[in-house]
């Protein structure tokens, strides 16, 4: 159905996050905690109002989008189908649940950041054009940038390499999407050119934003700069639209896949090793969106639906996992894990949450996780994608080794240097506010009918629960666990900066820099000394023809210039006459 303009939802949370600045504290919270149920009201009517759409219409499928006509182009701020239903959704309910978490922030600029940066997510899943995804695009990485500025002077450096990635991923996405428009006429976002310089430039745009290897650095460097509130926030929306827009874009493209395992890889090893508990969830985060662009890139139905499945619950279990991570580092002060000490006994309400999310992060059967993963793992058997299938259950291992440890070492170990500082529970709406989606994600697991229609594709019915693919899971889970024994014993958890691809431009392009530096400084001197020397032979020259002793300006007599002028003027004559 496409229908004359429409108010993009997104803006009801962007508008509160600019009030959230002149607001008293005492209607903060109503708005905080308001802006994000209208909005999901506001997708939803649209969502009622969804119909077939027609043959002539840049969309195909149930659809309700809102255009206008703008420089030539008809664009479509608003435009709501099955798939940018799922995202805008379980955005929504994000922004919630995490302003919920984030009510005790004193700053309230960074609050309203955190309004304007859910907002401009939710603007960029709903965009039906080029140029409409790309501004909201844009807002969500300066919102972003603010917000891990936000947590401090020690985030300043980060947030400058997290600008510059980004910045460069906008640039790489608008060259892609302008390429296309110049193309063929039109600015609808649909699937791009797998091929070519102009999906090239797009799918590089978006994988940097879905922290795809090698092209995550950014996200273990940036997030846990910020404050306890905006790392839960910055986890759930960047490398999630990200998502959304390579099903959206890229369905089907295999090469979605081996970047898919080797992104599940990075993020397991380096889960395994990290000793700080906010980056270790980071790279939690990376791995997650691994399985997901694997099922991108078989590109089935059923598999496209396990993507979006799966990004749908892995935004609410993480939220989890950040917020218990937060209230650690508020009680300890620190997110370094020797730091820690059997934060169950302080906080086992906390520990309760967070062992509940990281069984789910493991795919136990009964959580979310485990009917979304499983739509992804079908969905490569049944593509006859063998490889894929192998590697994704081994890697399913290494989640749970992960998984176990972020429960270990931040609430049942003593560290090697545990913090004499008293913790206690969060306040009772954090607590809240971890509760909400995690019971959502095992909602979910109990209803996986109900979810499976909520998808966008249709496909073939699917049961998660039968002996074959239960016995697996358990047998990985189980696998998982006794690895695990032996591998806390085995990894220290001294501090200690772990080498990334960031190396590349942190480390080695500065020393290259400095090194081709002096030699550029050298070259331009001499060149700069021989062009002066030129310079200042060619003004010699011309006062030696010009000066004031120069031959040109010495006295000449009548007699002599009337010689002259009488020889001109014969020479004139004899011209025309002849």
């Known amino acids: 159905m496409i229908d004359g303009f429409a108010f993009p939802p997104a803006l009801f949370l962007i508008f509160t996050g600019l009030a959230c600045l002149v607001l008293p504290a005492m209607l903060r919270p109503f708005a905080v905690l308001g802006a994000p149920v209208v909005t999901l009201a506001a997708v939803w009517s649209f969502a ?27 664009l479509y701020p608003v435009r709501v189908d099955p798939l940018s239903l799922v995202f805008a959704t379980v955005f929504a309910i994000m922004a919630f649940a995490g302003g919920l978490y984030a009510l ?50 020690d985030a300043r450096g980060a947030g400058l390499r997290y600008a510059g990635v980004h910045f460069l991923g906008g640039a790489c996405l608008m060259a892609g999407a302008a390429g296309y428009v110049a193309t063929t ?8 050119p797998q091929e070519g310089v102009i999906g090239g430039l797009a799918l590089i745009g978006i994988l940097i934003n879905a922290a795809a290897w090698p092209l995550n650095a950014w996200l273990a460097d940036a997030y846990p700069r910020a404050s306890w509130a905006g790392t839960v926030f910055l986890s759930a929306f960047t490398t999630k639209t990200a998502i959304y827009a ?25 889960a395994l090793v990290e000793t700080d508990l906010r980056r270790l969830l980071c790279f939690a985060i990376v791995a997650q969106g691994g399985f997901m662009m694997v099922g991108v890139g078989i590109g089935t139905p059923m598999a496209l639906n396990g993507a979006a499945g799966h990004a749908f619950v892995s935004i609410l279990y993480s939220a989890t996992l950040f917020m218990a991570a937060g209230a650690l580092l508020r ?12 934060g169950a006994r302080h906080m086992p309400q906390t520990a309760l949450l967070a062992g509940v999310a990281a069984l789910s992060l493991a795919a136990l059967p009964g959580t979310g996780a485990y009917i979304s993963k499983s739509l992804i793992s079908s969905g490569a058997g049944k593509a006859d994608a063998e490889l894929a299938y192998l590697l994704l259950s081994a890697a399913a291992a290494g989640v749970v080794l992960h998984a176990g440890r972020f429960v270990w070492v931040g609430f049942l170990a003593r560290g090697s240097a545990p ?82 691809t960031d190396w590349l431009y942190r480390r080695l392009g500065r020393a290259l820099l400095g090194t081709l530096g002096h030699g550029w400084l050298a070259a331009y001197a001499q060149a700069a000394e021989k062009s002066l020397a030129a310079v200042q032979r060619l003004l010699v020259e011309l006062y030696r023809i010009h000066g004031p002793n120069s031959t040109l300006a010495s006295t000449r007599q009548t007699g002599y210039v009337a010689l002259w002028m009488t020889a001109l003027l014969s020479v004139l004559v004899l011209s025309s006459v002849l």
Do not use: N
């Not at 006429?185 to 791009?192: I, V």
């Open 331 to 342: 009680g300890h002060g620190t997110a370094q894990i020797s730091a820690f000490s059997e």
């Open 185 to 192: 006429g039109e600015a609808a976002f649909g699937p791009l």
């Open 48 to 74: 009622a109002q969804m119909a077939v759409a027609p043959e002539d219409a840049p969309f195909s499928g149930e659809v309700y989008a809102a255009s206008l006509d703008y420089l030539g182009l008809t």
């Open 419 to 500: 913090s004499t500082k008293p913790i206690e529970e969060p306040g009772p709406e954090q607590r809240l506010a971890m509760l909400v989606p995690l019971a959502l994600v095992l909602v979910l697991a109990v209803v996986p009918g109900s979810f499976y229609a909520f998808l966008p594709e249709a496909m073939d019915a699917y049961t998660p629960y039968k002996a074959d693919t239960l016995l697996l899971q358990l047998q990985l889970l189980v696998f998982g666990v006794l690895a695990l024994y032996y591998a806390v014993r085995l990894i220290p958890d001294a501090p200690r900066a772990l080498i990334d």
């Open 104 to 153: 005790r922030l004193e700053d309230r600029r960074e609050l309203a950041l955190l309004q304007v940066y859910a907002g401009a997510a939710i603007g960029a899943v709903l965009a039906g054009d080029l140029l409409t995804l790309f501004v909201f695009w844009e807002l969500m990485a300066i919102a972003s940038v603010l917000i891990i500025w936000a947590g401090g002077p």
């Open 246 to 270: 390579l099903i959206r874009g890229f369905p089907g493209d295999e090469w979605l896949i081996w970047i898919g395992i080797a992104t599940i890889a990075y993020g397991c090893l380096y």
